[in-house]
């Protein structure tokens, strides 16, 4: 019998050892894989090692900031913008809540042209400074403003627009919006901010202080959302001072519709009236006419949103002759019952002066002078002027140099220097004609007369304040100098009172019933352009500037008023027939509104003539 090769123990399967013959030749032996795991290990180990190296020995920073910007956030946190408010604390400027429109460049940058144009469209921003921050101002940024101070409304609606469009990484943080409750109320002085900055007035001269500073935050951000636990460090914003001006909202309301009343019906091109607190030099109404809306300005020209009554340099006229004929008397030339002759016109050098009547060799004091308006009768005192002495004076009085009253761009108005001035420029001056000035300027000259003498600077700012240019002003570092003695100003007001006078004086329509006033008229040819090509060149166009100034009560002035309107139409328009009733009329209510008693005193009977 063949022998059986496969003997097996019994009881055992005949697959047991084939299994366990297959299963020990797949794993190995023990050892074999404990040296695969090891070798594996120390791969993995050394990779790791080498990206170290990488990020902290080779460039540790361009890393290191490379996750930080993957990682965190900048935002903005704006300040809140003070209040212009008047005298009163009425508002004049507040700001309201409202939203600023962000951007993530890294979301933004592959549609930045056509996001950059729909936003100018839409918010009236500029297209390529947009353009820059929808693509990040630095690599790597994740928060980039785009518009701000846009009213919610509004910005709510450009928001929904642009998810409409597909304009993704566009989103809203609150930023408050400046408005103007006053509408047109004083809007020449005040200014206006726009999507980006200020203009004009005072939001652009005081924007520092107004503006406060922005504060900031980083925050760290993952699968974009915040990190709430992550690092963040905030900068809390300061927030903008109020600045509080000399202006009465209400007495600035009245002025302004009186103003735009006179202009219309004299056809006049443009008006300006000035009401000053006397003893102070505080300006309660600063009014020019056209003005604007404050919160609506691209409604109106930009002629019309600056402030004429600072900005516009333009010939006084027979208002200066107040200064010339004070000056006269202070230097001991003269006083108010001086007599001269006064021929019917004068010859002078190779021009002729005239008076604004015909009339031949007359009798007059120089307190008819005043009363008349003579040229004629002022040129021929002013001859015993010294050499130099009548610009002395005039500079004195602060003329050919800005009253710095808190706005800037003011114009120096013109003063011809020294070694121009010859007797003809002279001669000229004394009546009002061949200098410059702005409204301010004449109205604090005026107020001099009126404050005893007295020049106090005049101001828009109550307490102290600086400016963007560093220079401190308000009624706190307000400034004052003694131009001319007491008793000058006393026989200066005394022939000022026989302007209005209704038998001798020129301006009986600038008289207020009650009250004793003191005034001057003025009627000054304007300065315009003749010819046409190269042989263009500045004239007298045919135009004048008709105005008046005056204070009240005469003897105890509480208020300055000044009172100018630009090329009027109407026949006979002059300073006392045009300007002299508007006067009278803001005068009025200015004595109503403060409560001033009437003064039981009687007008001058100072000699006219002789």
Not at 206 to 223: C, H, I, N, Q, T
């Amino acid at each position: 019998m063949p022998r059986n090769r496969d003997r097996r123990p019994a009881g055992r399967p005949a697959t047991a050892v084939v299994t366990t013959a297959g299963r020990g030749s797949r794993r190995g032996s023990p050892q074999t894989r404990l040296r695969v795991g090891f070798v594996m290990i120390a791969m993995v180990l050394s990779l790791f090692g080498a990206r170290l190296v990488q990020l902290q020995g080779l460039d540790p920073g361009s890393y290191a900031a490379m996750a930080a910007a993957e990682g965190t956030v900048d935002v903005v946190l704006p300040a809140q913008r003070g209040d212009i408010l008047d005298r009163n604390g009425q508002p004049l400027a507040v700001s309201i809540d409202g939203l600023m429109i962000v951007g993530d460049p890294q979301m933004t940058e592959d549609k930045a042209p056509e996001i950059a144009r729909f936003l100018s469209q839409k918010l009236d921003v500029d297209y390529f400074a947009v353009l820059k921050r929808l693509r990040g101002l630095k690599e790597g940024s994740r928060f980039e403003y785009l518009a701000r101070h846009v009213p919610s409304t509004l910005a709510t609606d450009v928001i929904h627009e642009a998810e409409d469009r597909g304009y993704e990484g566009l989103s809203t943080r609150r930023d408050a919006v400046r408005t103007y409750p006053s509408h047109d109320i004083a809007a020449n002085l005040v200014g206006f901010v726009g999507t980006d900055q200020p203009y004009g007035g005072l939001e652009e001269v005081f924007d520092k202080a107004l503006s406060g500073k922005d504060g900031s935050e980083r925050y760290e951000v993952g699968a974009g959302n915040r990190i709430p636990l992550g690092d963040n460090t905030t900068v809390p914003a300061v927030d903008g001072q109020d600045l509080r001006t000399t202006i009465d909202r209400d007495l600035q309301w009245y002025t302004q519709r009186v103003l735009r009343q006179a202009r219309e019906a004299s056809g006049g091109s443009s008006a300006i009236a000035v009401i000053m607190d006397s003893r102070t030099g505080e300006v309660l109404a600063l009014a020019d006419d056209p003005t604007y809306d404050a919160d609506a300005p691209g409604e109106s020209p930009v002629k019309d949103r600056r402030a004429r009554s600072l900005n516009l340099a333009y010939e006084p006229g027979s208002v200066e002759k107040v200064l010339t004929l004070s000056a006269l008397i202070d230097a001991g030339k003269v006083n108010a019952r001086t007599e001269l002759l006064v021929p019917g016109e004068l010859h002078r050098q190779d021009r002729v002066i005239h008076d604004h009547w015909e009339h031949g060799l007359i009798k007059l004091t120089l307190a008819g002078v005043l009363a008349k308006s003579s040229n004629v009768g002022t040129v021929l005192a002013s001859d015993r002027f010294e050499p130099g002495q009548l610009r002395a004076y005039l500079a004195q009085f602060g003329l050919g140099q800005p009253t710095n009253v808190g706005l800037g761009a003011e114009s120096r108005g013109n003063l011809p220097d020294p070694s121009v001035w010859n007797s003809q420029i002279g001669d000229r001056i004394a009546f009002g004609q061949s200098l410059a000035v702005n409204a301010m300027q004449m109205t604090a000259a005026v107020n001099t007369i009126a404050n005893h003498g007295l020049r106090v600077d005049p101001t828009l700012i109550q307490g102290q304040a600086r400016r963007d240019d560093g220079m401190e002003i308000g009624t706190d570092v307000s400034s004052t100098r003694q131009v001319i003695s007491k008793e000058a100003a006393r026989q200066m007001t005394l022939m000022m009172e026989r302007t209005v006078d209704p038998e001798d004086g020129v301006a009986p329509k600038a008289q207020v019933p009650g009250y004793v006033v003191a005034g001057k008229t003025g009627t000054a040819q304007r300065v315009g352009t003749c010819g046409t090509g190269a042989a263009k060149h500045s004239c007298y166009d045919g135009t004048n500037t008709v105005s008046f100034a005056g204070f009240a009560p005469a003897q105890n002035p509480r208020f300055t008023i000044y009172v100018v309107i630009q090329a009027p139409t109407i026949a006979g328009a002059g300073g006392g027939a045009t300007a002299g009733p508007v006067f009278s009329k803001l005068m009025a209510y200015a004595l109503q509104r403060y409560g001033v008693p009437p003064i039981e005193k009687k007008q001058t009977r100072l000699p006219v003539e002789w």
